[in-house]
């Protein structure tokens, strides 16, 4: 380790278009990739820098402060800036170069930042284990209750008004969002009704009307969510996620909120509200969900899938009764019921406020990642959406042809992107790519940085 500040590889070309700050920051970047500059190597001070280059110190500083934010830089109280040393992973963690194209290999594991996993390993595993201990002390159900067991739908309505500002009359539980989606358009919609859907949007959901016969009619989404004036006339029912529209990460706004019920309201349709990353927001007001301003209108689906696990398959549904009565009847027609497995764990991890502290928790650890991420992108330049609330953030491109490229690139580097086209239902409209930050640990996430803002700019 140097302890004296090490030379610096740097050249400046001030006839270049490109910002003295930004050149500086890519040719420090460049040494530390290449090997030129180590872990441990000490950087002259900003003072200094300038002095040596002959530029101002609001260059170095902001080349400092754009590596620092990317994790190549680090400062030590009283000692200087010293280059880092990437941080060491786990085996599972470990982004590993995927094969080049052409290349006969192994499935290599690759760090997932695609948007919709969530932050599992931050669940308190102690917490976790006694409410699993405590849900398997009940003695077997002979029947499965066809609405959820009644201890569960009550842990959910007081989620539903803490966390969310809901006070819900009614509560069913269901087996996640897609669950719900399948039973509503079985016992609510008809063969041949349309189903107005934000375009792009959540497959899955569109997928589910589509094979229950419904046609389905695509909707533009811009930056202040789905547009009301877009549905078609006649459209028996809208789905949307209002809170973080998913893929784009727009909110819909207060008064497209207000337009949409209305517009519901006077052509008799319901209004699907899928509460997608509505418990995380970030320097940003609530805004009033759909099911507050028109519980007549809206049905209102949450899960557990993105604050927990998807694998618990608990979710809930708010409606209208007569929504809600049918899709009891459906059930009971069918015979199917939401497991009751997933609702006592839920039931029992809410119990004792460990749901509640999680959530805080959750909340803190995605907006620091939040700050972390956007504020890298940024920093270089590089436009982002959505970055206001929910797990992900969006990276527009102009083009599906970088799109692609973007996304090939970056998993030869070992990362995994999600690309915008595949959220199209028909032809994709906007290019860019989706990235989640709370599947990975922050670890992984401040050694992928340098990687995504290379592989973005």
């Known amino acids: 380790m140097s302890h004296a500040d090490t030379a610096l590889p740097v050249s400046l070309d001030r006839e270049a278009v490109t910002p003295l700050a930004v050149q500086l920051a890519d040719a420090l970047r460049e040494a530390a990739a290449s090997g030129h500059l180590r872990g441990g190597d000490r950087l002259p001070s900003t003072r200094a820098l300038a002095g040596r280059l002959g530029v101002s110190r609001t260059v170095t500083s902001a080349a400092y402060e754009q590596l620092h934010a990317e994790g190549w830089i680090a400062g030590r109280h009283g000692s200087g800036t010293y280059v880092t040393t990437p941080p ?48 398997a002390d009940p003695d077997p ?56 859907v934000e375009e792009p949007g959540y497959q899955r959901a569109v997928q589910a009307f589509l094979r229950a016969g419904m046609r389905v009619a695509g909707v533009p989404v ?48 319901l209004v699907i509200e899928d509460d997608y990353d509505g418990e995380l927001r970030f320097d940003v007001a609530p805004l009033p969900m759909l099911a507050a301003l028109a519980p007549d209108v809206v049905a209102h689906l949450g899960t557990t899938s993105k604050i927990l696990t998807p694998t618990l398959g608990a979710g809930w549904m708010v409606a209208p009764e007569a929504i809600t009565s049918a ?36 909340r803190r650890e995605m907006a620091e990642r939040r700050t ?48 915008l086209a595949r959220h199209f239902a028909g032809t994709p409209s906007a290019h860019g790519v989706a990235i989640g930050y709370a599947g990975c640990s922050r ?6 940085l340098p990687t995504l803002v290379a592989l973005l700019r």
């Open 141 to 196: 159900l002979v029947r499965a209750h066809r609405a959820g067991l009644p201890e569960y739908r009550a842990a959910v309505s007081e989620h539903l008004l803490r966390h969310r500002g809901l006070a819900a009359g009614s509560v069913l539980a269901t087996g996640g969002t897609t669950a719900a989606v399948v039973e509503l358009a079985a016992a609510v919609l008809r063969r041949g009704d349309v189903v107005a």
């Open 372 to 419: 972390l991420l956007a504020g890298a992108l940024a920093g270089a330049g590089i436009p982002v959406r959505g970055d206001d609330a929910g797990a992900h953030l969006v990276v527009p491109f102009r083009s599906a042809a970088v799109e692609l490229e973007v996304i090939a690139a970056a998993e030869r580097r070992g990362i995994r992107l999600d690309g």
């Open 327 to 362: 899709v009891l009847a459906y059930r009971d027609l069918t015979g199917t019921r939401p497991s009751p497995a997933g609702q006592r764990v839920l039931y029992e991890f809410a119990r004792n406020g460990d749901l509640g502290r999680h959530l805080r928790k959750l």
């Open 222 to 269: 811009d930056d202040e969510g789905l547009r009301p004036d877009a549905i078609p006339a006649g459209a028996r029912a809208v789905y949307c996620s209002p809170a973080h529209q998913y893929p784009m990460g727009s909110r819909l706004s207060a008064a497209r909120r207000v337009a949409l019920v209305e517009r519901a309201r006077s052509d008799g349709m």
């Open 443 to 448: 670890e992984a996430l401040v050694a992928a």
């Open 88 to 135: 060491t992973l786990s085996a599972s963690e470990v982004p590993v170069p995927g094969p080049m194209p052409g290349a006969e290999a192994e499935a290599s594991p690759l760090l997932d930042l695609s948007p919709g996993t969530p932050w599992a390993a931050g669940l308190d595993r102690a917490a976790w284990r006694r409410a699993w201990r405590a849900a």
